[in-house]
């Protein structure tokens, strides 16, 4: 089945060690959307692709960056990951503005 | 400013009960979606909706383009309805996500 993968499931890393989160897509979606989800709020939107394009969002931190190599896949780096970073992470596709998004189930990321 | 706001926060039924959540937003969206979220886990899309209504088994969303509101309607709820509904409103390639709606149903 076509579909948005997120890996790994649970990733759990130090203060300050860099971590790369990763997603990859089937179905071709030329948009690629990396949304960090806190406890109890609504999921924040910290970049997206348009194709090759990347749009930051004004306020995610400089500290995360992210590269997308091909149409499939996506990824997420954490430079120096803090203790408020632990979150979860979204990754999510769409193929335009007339079509719905295709969401992976996510990445929880524990800082220790 | 985009914003979109959802009512309740929080929601208790009784399985078998009409359940309706409510969702209003500000000009310019291209898409209104329903979206559902189990504890932990990933985010499902449940409608996307530029106009009028849809179902999909027991889920119906409707809008009124003109009074900027949209609601999602579950016909006899179940226990496995319970999750997290978020309407999340389209400005272009981004979307902007109301705060969600607990929903607990109770057998």
């Known amino acids: 089945d076509a579909m948005v993968i997120q890996n790994p499931r649970y990733q759990v890393t130090q203060f300050g060690k860099p971590v790369t989160l990763s997603c990859s897509q089937t179905?071709?979606?030329?948009?690629m959307y990396w949304y960090q989800q806190k406890s109890s709020q609504a999921p924040k939107l910290l970049f997206h692709?348009?194709?090759?394009?990347?749009?930051n969002e004004a306020d995610t931190p400089d500290n995360f960056q992210s590269r997308r190599p091909n149409t499939s896949f996506c990824f997420l780096d954490i430079r120096s990951p803090g203790l408020g970073d632990a979150a979860m992470y979204l990754c999510?596709?769409?193929?335009?503005?007339?079509?719905?998004?295709?969401f992976g189930s996510g990445t929880r990321l524990t800082v220790v | 400013k985009n914003e979109v706001e959802q009512s309740p926060q929080n929601l208790t039924a009784q399985e078998g009960e009409f359940i309706t959540i409510n969702c209003s937003y500000s000009?310019?969206?291209?898409?209104l979606h329903w979206l559902q979220q189990h504890p932990g886990g990933g985010i499902v899309s449940l409608f996307m909706?530029?106009?009028g209504k849809k179902k999909h088994g027991r889920l119906i969303a409707t809008i009124n383009i003109q009074e900027k509101h949209s609601s999602l309607h579950i016909t006899a709820s179940h226990p496995r309805d319970s999750a997290v509904y978020i309407c999340?409103?389209?400005?272009?390639?981004?979307?902007?996500f109301g705060a969600g709606t607990i929903l607990r149903v109770k057998s």
């Open positions: 999510a596709t769409s193929a335009g503005q007339r079509n719905g998004y295709t």
């Open positions: 179905l071709n979606h030329n948009v």
């Open positions: 692709y348009y194709d090759k394009d990347f749009n």
């Open positions: 000009v310019g969206i291209s898409a």
């Open positions: 909706l530029s106009s």
């Open positions: 999340a409103a389209r400005y272009g390639n981004k979307l902007v």
